[in-house]
């Protein structure tokens, strides 16, 4: 291999760390001029072609900058610790042996996979195998890997240096759909759904359902519905006052034949939320079947969440595959969870048979399992 500088780190590198393809169909600048490191910095962090005179956009899970990520892999040289001189190999991936692996991984939903993998494969190839097996397709950025119930970090290291090797047991998936910024402090949730058969009587349930887990012992608190609201109730749920908050009867739109309910949550507080002398550490959202026996005819049931402080502006916004889970009960839509200081929600997806609102006990062991798995 020649070598070259790179005119956006000004290191001499090898022919083989520049791209072989453009980043996008408007790429017509020359390729060797930014290495890969440097256009996939420009990527993750702007969304953009590095180059100057080129306007191209690209997103960080975009098949272009999977490959690039996969080009990387076998480069011989790593520059990201500075503390390690340019000029010193590393191990050449060529000289290590890769393992085939079949490896088990478990999926919020209550699904499983098995994934053909190699023990020299990275984290994010690995993930980009995952991702072809969760039927919502979501962006590389969002998955995430549980081993032991610990976050796996380092998206360029290879499943051996992670500790994954055949029959390792215990590795579980989840969907990371936002993480709360440290600014931000209320969110409102919404959860909203077509009326089936042109029927709003037969409407959904929804609930927040909380939880504390302190090492391994977790506890079920509160299960945060509409009653919340009633008078009668409140000092049962006095504790929750600018913590979480159920914001009472769904909401009715007779033009479009939709209901939505909502809560607010003001995240930040969480850190402070004690119930019965415990930590408040789990927040599970769900909705449920009333008048109904499942919930088959409800149309395009969606999940949303916005700044208070904006509420016109969507956080996030999916729809939920109903398809899937329509001769089910109720189904748990996501977590709220803090991980390595930050809080997230995370989709649950989770269908369950029995339960209502009428009888939290089910549902109340279903959610308990996902915190257990996933928590």
Known sequence: NWTMKCSSCCIDKPSNEYPLEPLTDACHHPLLQICIRCCLKSVDSEGVCPYSQCDGEVEPDSESAAIYRLQLESV????????????????????LVSIPL?????????????????????????KLKLQQKMDDRPPVREIKILMGGTSLEGDHRTLAELGIASGCTGLRAIRVLYEVPSDLNKIRFSMS???????????????????????????????IDFRSTWWQQAYEYHCYQRFIEHCGNATRDDREMRSTSTFNVWVQNLDNLEVRGQPVTHLLFLMSAWRRPNMQGYRMPTLQFFDSARPTQSLYEGTLEFSRFSHYRGL?????????????????????????ATNYYPIVSDCRRVVEQFG
């Not at 058969?197 to 299960?223: Q, R, W």
């Not at 977590?335 to 649950?348: M, P, S, T």
């Open 193 to 223: 759904w077509g009326w089936p058969e042109n029927n709003p009587k037969n409407y959904l349930d929804t609930a927040c359902i909380t939880f504390s887990k302190v090492g391994g012992l977790i506890t079920h608190l509160h299960n």
């Open 332 to 356: 748990i839509v996501c977590l709220l969870k803090k991980d390595r200081g930050a809080w997230q929600i995370v989709q649950v997806a989770r269908p369950f048979t029995s339960g209502d």
């Open 102 to 126: 079949n490896l088990s991984v478990s999926f919020m939903s209550g699904d499983t996979a098995i994934i053909s993998a190699q023990s020299l494969d990275s984290l994010n190839a690995f």
């Open 76 to 95: 011989v040289y790593d520059y990201r610790d500075k503390e390690v001189s340019v000029s010193q190999p590393q191990v050449a991936v060529s000289q």
